[in-house]
């Protein structure tokens, strides 16, 4: 069985963190284990296992003939069975297949909108998921979705899973130690920093030495600067501090005390489990599979999106009790590790592999 993770690019994001983490876990599990990036590399680059085959395209445009050819090349001099497709790479391995028809496609859809699926333009998707051998989705609503609208007769319901990284230690958060709240999210209207901000804002009123840590890829739009200038608005400018995306996420992580994801949508999101991993207590909202991972009070502490009064009360709350704050990371790290852990999920991978080549 030889396997190549076919992914736009390697910056820092929940769906490149998996294509890498499935290529990594795979390489000691099959005969061979690639991956490809498309269009651009990026940090994550340096987390690729050096037995892992690797490929980078520089894929310049929508159709790039240049890329396809060498993607093929490649594919056939590895004698490569199966393109796990991750998101938007779809296009290209669906190319692939109507060049080179023996090679088997996954398509694994990782769409992080799923709670508006009503506004998903997915009509290249649909008439190319007919090239498909299986469709992998993050979540339920992915996985009805892909039930109802693709013409792939295999759909499946796969959970991420999250690596604890061991890169070196770069990079130092500001602020006090045992009072720091990490986001660790990209930059973008999903993730809803606003929320996060006017709740933070409230906070340091009554508890000033916290501070506010965002990691996540800047993409120094207008977003961005929105984000940025709600920070002076609210006079925050002393208490949140931006990072962009950062190598050395576990090490991050170990030096904050209480996890946030604001979110307005999700899928299965990978920071959710790494905090787990880093055995943070954690406050998130109720969107996308975030219920699965948290399913009680125990676990962490959810509340519904866009209530930045709700999300303020409850962050006081985990503030104020030490004792919560250790229980909550330990049953957390206890769910993670049990329900979502790299051998189970790779396991059910493999098996879909199998199916297919029989």
């Keep these: 069985m030889r396997v190549l993770q076919l992914v736009d690019s390697l910056e820092l994001g929940g769906t490149e963190r998996i294509a890498v983490n499935i290529a990594n876990a795979l390489s000691s599990r099959i005969e061979r284990s690639f991956l490809c990036a498309t269009r651009k590399e990026g940090i994550l680059r340096e987390s690729v296992k050096p037995q892992v085959g690797y490929l980078f395209l520089a894929?310049?445009?929508?159709?790039?003939?240049?890329?396809?050819?060498?993607?093929?090349?490649?594919?056939?001099?590895?004698?490569?069975?199966?393109?796990?497709?991750?998101?938007?790479?779809?296009?290209?391995?669906?190319?692939?297949?109507?060049?080179?028809?023996?090679?088997?496609?996954?398509?694994?859809?990782?769409?992080?909108?799923?709670?508006?699926?009503?506004?998903?333009?997915?009509?290249?998707?649909?008439?190319?998921?007919?090239?498909?051998?299986?469709?992998?989705?993050?979540?339920?609503?992915?996985?009805?979705?892909?039930?109802?609208?693709?013409k792939c007769k295999h759909v499946d319901y796969i959970p991420n899973f999250a690596i604890p990284s061991k890169n070196t230690p770069i990079t130092t958060l500001e602020g006090k130690e045992g009072k720091r709240i990490i986001h660790l999210a990209n930059l973008r209207s999903q993730k809803d920093h606003e929320t996060l901000l006017r709740a933070f804002s409230e906070v340091v009123k009554d508890y000033n030495d916290w501070t506010l840590h965002c990691v996540g890829k800047d993409f120094n739009d207008a977003y961005s600067y929105s984000i940025k200038a709600l920070v002076n608005t609210l006079k925050l400018n002393n208490n949140v501090f931006f990072y962009g995306g950062r190598p050395d996420v576990t090490y991050v992580l170990n030096q904050a005390d209480i996890a946030i994801l604001s979110s307005k949508s999700e899928g299965l999101p990978v920071a959710l489990l790494e905090y787990g991993f880093a055995k943070l207590p954690t406050v998130v909202t109720n969107v996308g599979d975030c219920a699965k991972v948290i399913s009680n009070e125990n676990e962490g502490l959810i509340i519904e999106k866009q209530d930045h009064m709700a999300l303020k009360s409850t962050i006081v709350k985990i503030i104020k009790s030490p004792e919560l704050r250790l229980s909550l990371g330990s049953n957390l790290f206890n769910k993670v590790n049990t329900s979502f852990s790299e051998e189970a999920t790779i396991k059910k991978i493999i098996n879909i592999y199998k199916l297919h080549l029989k």
């Design 59 to 150: 894929k310049e445009r929508v159709i790039d003939f240049k890329a396809l050819i060498t993607l093929k090349r490649f594919v056939k001099k590895h004698n490569i069975n199966f393109v796990h497709a991750h998101s938007s790479s779809f296009f290209i391995a669906a190319l692939l297949k109507l060049m080179y028809p023996r090679i088997k496609i996954i398509w694994h859809d990782h769409y992080g909108n799923s709670e508006f699926l009503n506004q998903r333009k997915a009509k290249v998707l649909i008439r190319l998921s007919s090239l498909f051998n299986h469709v992998l989705c993050v979540n339920e609503r992915l996985k009805n979705w892909g039930k109802e609208r693709l």
